[in-house]
């Protein structure tokens, strides 16, 4: 057997509804992993066009529409998918929501809060509930997607964001070290910046093109943009048994962003 065998495993996404998207992604590699998957969105229409990919290779996903903000919603989320699937063994949180930027001066309240109610609160929801169902069976693996972000200063007004994601950080250290005893564990994938939906979109913009791009990829060592399907792979390491030993940490998937010396780190001419 592969230590990355993740066949028969019961793997909820949430997020998973982008078409293109991250959580996209890992619902898609973890089905091919054969993994047996309910995947979660509070974009209904996204979700139905994520479980059509996935059934078109052989896999039928339980679908549940759901807000991880809203805690009725994420206990009903639950509910369903033990009375279908059974007892959750894999989490995977990757919700995102990051509407207009603005200067934080400018930050209203009501939206401070929304950031952190789906970006932190939800993700301590889905953890909250996911644990309660492990803690119960002795087993369990949480991954949550943090950010460069919640590492470094993005800007652009990143700034809420940039506080939730480092505070997702946090939960994942201290998750971790609670239930390392009971045969779980926490860990991150921390994405840099990714060629998604949201990101392509940014493409249509000459500003964004001329100004912001060539920042962004100054920060890139690997010189490109990373791919939805880059998370895959980690995904289903931290996943799998192959990772039992892998606990609390904060695995960079981002072609060596956060590795870069702020200040400028040079490589030799020509390569
Ligand atoms: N794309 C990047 O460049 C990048 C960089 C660093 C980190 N990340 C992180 O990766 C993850 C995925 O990012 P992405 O760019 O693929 O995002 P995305 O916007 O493409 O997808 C996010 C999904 O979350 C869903 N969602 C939003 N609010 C929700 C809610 N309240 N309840 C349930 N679902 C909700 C959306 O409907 C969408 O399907 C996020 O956690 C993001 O912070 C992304």
Redesign the pocket.
């Known amino acids: 057997m592969s230590r990355f065998d993740l066949e028969g495993k019961i793997v909820l996404v ?5 078409n ?5 992604a890992l619902a898609l590699g973890f089905a091919q992993a054969g993994a047996r998957l309910a995947i ?4 209904v229409q ?1 979700l139905a066009q994520t479980a059509s990919q996935m059934e078109q290779i052989g896999h039928k996903p339980v679908v549940i529409a ?4 809203h805690p009725s919603q994420v206990n009903d989320m639950f509910t369903t998918l033990s009375s279908t699937l059974g007892a959750v063994q894999v989490l995977v ?6 509407p207009a930027r603005v200067p934080p001066h400018e930050l209203l309240l009501e939206d401070w809060e929304r950031m952190l ?3 932190l609160t ?1 993700y301590f929801l889905c953890c909250r509930a996911a644990l309660r169902v492990m803690l119960a069976a002795g087993d369990g693996s949480i991954i949550n ?5 919640g590492e470094l200063a993005l800007g652009r007004g990143a700034m809420p ?1 940039s506080c939730a ?1 480092a505070a997702v950080h946090q939960m994942t250290r201290e998750l971790a070290i609670e239930y390392a005893s009971a045969g779980i564990r926490v860990n991150a994938l ?5 060629l ?4 392509r979109a940014h493409l249509d913009s000459q500003r964004f093109r001329d100004h912001v791009l060539p920042r962004i990829l100054a920060g890139l060592p690997q010189g490109k ?2 791919d ?1 399907e880059d998370y895959v792979g980690p995904a289903i390491f931290l996943a799998s048994n192959a990772a039992r030993a892998v606990n609390g940490v904060l695995l960079p998937v981002d072609g060596g962003n956060l590795a870069m010396n702020a200040g400028g780190s040079y490589t030799w001419p020509g390569l």
């Open positions: 949430t997020g998973a509804g982008a293109g998207g991250i959580g996209h979660a969105d509070c974009d996204g759901c807000d991880i903000s949180n990757v919700p995102f929501f990051f109610a789906v970006n939800g997607i943090g950010s460069n972000a964001y994601k921390l994405p840099a910046q990714t998604t939906p949201g990101l943009l990373l939805p």
